[in-house]
């Protein structure tokens, strides 16, 4: 199938997800110039939304013209020097690729695992190491739609950096990076800010600056260098580093906008009534879910395959006859888990409603 034959996908899985159509209307704007005065305004606006969804005033918020995972690079690359002994709790998928960014950074890592569906515990990270330089975790944890304590690790992270990684919480569910004390976090727009992928919002407070690699292995996600990119603080000489995205830090601007104008707030609890009627809904259509009560991501479901049910026929049934995208499970859960996202536009009631629907009759006839 072309994708011009395609009207129109629910994409209901870990992936990216339907987008704000305040962030699409944006992508179809005429283009800014990157050095336009009137997109170094929307940058700076951008910036300003990102630290209100960070829940930071760090004054080196940006967007990081990259994709998440180039998010976590700039983290480890700019903050690990040789030798460091960086803690790392894993629960997942993105824990483990953690583990082997740090690696290449020349960390010294200590990889601490819990079990899949389970949230990584603080006290057992804290106490890995008697002198960690960064202690790390993943907030929302795609593969297994778990949530972890990052307040706990920040209350009890003492001389070590926190390095976080909120792809998946960010404009869904609680998250206070300068509250929790959170040094250095990295993300991504393709999930809850309900943005196309292919930025990496990202953080770092004075803390982290201070300690930083004076010369980073990589040139393009060198922090020192980008101070001029983003005009470091409001109003300061912008200096060329590398050509913007310009429709992306538009599209974001314009979605952070709108996140502003329903409220924080009022978009966490949207998400996590979504999420609790769907995890409510698939547990009375008799299915069990997989991530450990008390955990659950509302924004991104996991859910067993009931025995005898060839998880991929439902993939395809739903994808076939409802336009409808979910996610499979990840590495040795791959055909005995679902990822059901309901992220930013989708968490509604009537995306909830459409899912569970569907999901009754492919599980009946596929
Ligand atoms: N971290 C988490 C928790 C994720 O879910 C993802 C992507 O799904 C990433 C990192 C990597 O982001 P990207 O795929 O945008 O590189």
């Given at each position: 199938?072309?994708?011009?034959?395609?009207?129109?996908?629910?994409?209901?899985?870990p992936?990216?997800?339907?987008?704000?159509?305040?962030?699409?209307?944006?992508?179809?704007?005429?283009?800014?110039?990157?050095?336009?005065?009137?997109?170094?305004?929307?940058?700076?606006?951008?910036?300003?939304?990102?630290?209100?969804?960070?829940?930071?005033?760090?004054?080196?918020?940006?967007?990081?013209?990259?994709?998440?995972?180039?998010?976590?690079?700039?983290?480890?690359?700019?903050?690990?020097?040789?030798?460091?002994?960086?803690?790392?709790?894993?629960n997942g998928l993105f824990?483990e690729?953690?583990?082997?960014?740090?690696?290449?950074?020349?960390?010294?890592?200590?990889?601490?695992?819990?079990?899949w569906?389970?949230?990584?515990?603080?006290?057992?990270?804290?106490?890995?190491?008697?002198?960690?330089?960064?202690?790390?975790?993943?907030?929302?944890e795609t593969s297994t739609g778990v949530?972890?304590?990052?307040?706990?690790?920040?209350?009890?992270?003492?001389?070590?950096?926190?390095?976080?990684?909120?792809?998946?919480?960010?404009?869904?569910?609680?998250?206070?990076?300068?509250?929790?004390?959170?040094?250095?976090?990295?993300?991504?727009?393709?999930?809850?800010?309900?943005?196309?992928?292919?930025?990496?919002?990202?953080?770092?407070?004075?803390?982290?600056?201070?300690?930083?690699?004076?010369?980073?292995?990589?040139?393009?996600?060198?922090?020192?260098?980008?101070?001029?990119?983003?005009?470091?603080?409001?109003?300061?000489?912008?200096?060329?580093?590398?050509?913007?995205?310009?429709?992306?830090?538009?599209?974001?601007?314009?979605?952070?906008?709108?996140?502003?104008?329903?409220?924080?707030?009022?978009?966490?609890?949207?998400?996590?009534?979504?999420?609790?009627?769907?995890?409510?809904?698939?547990?009375?259509?008799?299915?069990?879910?997989?991530?450990?009560?008390?955990?659950?991501?509302?924004?991104?479901?996991t859910?067993?395959?009931?025995?005898?049910?060839?998880?991929?026929?439902?993939?395809?049934?739903?994808?076939?006859?409802?336009?409808?995208?979910?996610?499979?499970g990840v590495k040795?859960f791959?055909?005995?888990?679902?990822r059901?996202?309901?992220?930013?536009?989708?968490?509604?009631?009537?995306?909830?409603?459409?899912?569970?629907?569907?999901?009754?009759?492919?599980?009946?006839?596929?």
């Open positions: 199938m072309s994708a011009a034959t395609i009207a129109f996908r629910h994409l209901f899985g992936g990216p997800t339907n987008t704000y159509p305040e962030a699409s209307l944006a992508l179809s704007r005429p283009l800014l110039g990157h050095l336009d005065p009137a997109f170094l305004a929307e940058m700076d606006h951008a910036c300003e939304g990102l630290r209100r969804v960070w829940g930071t005033q760090n004054r080196r918020t940006l967007p990081l013209s990259a994709t998440g995972s180039a998010g976590m690079e700039a983290a480890f690359v700019n903050t690990v020097h040789p030798g460091d002994v960086v803690v790392i709790g894993v824990g690729r953690m583990c082997d960014v740090a690696a290449r950074c020349g960390a010294d890592v200590v990889r601490v695992d819990f079990e569906g389970q949230p990584v515990d603080a006290e057992r990270l804290v106490t890995a190491h008697p002198h960690p330089r960064i202690i790390a975790a993943v907030h929302a949530r972890s304590d990052i307040a706990a690790l920040g209350a009890a992270k003492g001389d070590a950096l926190l390095l976080v990684d909120a792809v998946t919480s960010i404009g869904g569910i609680e998250l206070r990076a300068d509250d929790w004390g959170i040094d250095v976090g990295y993300a991504g727009t393709q999930k809850c800010l309900g943005v196309a992928p292919g930025l990496a919002p990202f953080t770092i407070n004075e803390r982290a600056w201070q300690r930083r690699v004076a010369k980073p292995q990589s040139w393009y996600l060198d922090l020192g260098m980008l101070g001029g990119y983003v005009g470091e603080a409001s109003g300061a000489k912008r200096t060329y580093h590398h050509t913007a995205p310009v429709a992306m830090v538009v599209s974001l601007a314009a979605a952070l906008d709108r996140i502003g104008e329903e409220g924080l707030e009022n978009v966490w609890a949207r998400h996590q009534g979504a999420g609790d009627a769907l995890q409510h809904g698939l547990q009375e259509m008799g299915l069990e879910l997989f991530a450990a009560d008390g955990y659950r991501l509302p924004e991104l479901t859910v067993k395959v009931p025995a005898g049910v060839d998880s991929a026929r439902v993939r395809g049934y739903l994808l076939d006859r409802y336009d409808i995208e979910i996610g499979a040795q791959a055909s005995s888990v679902w059901i996202g309901l992220m930013g536009p989708n968490a509604n009631p009537g995306s909830v409603a459409l899912i569970l629907a569907a999901l009754k009759d492919a599980i009946d006839r596929a």
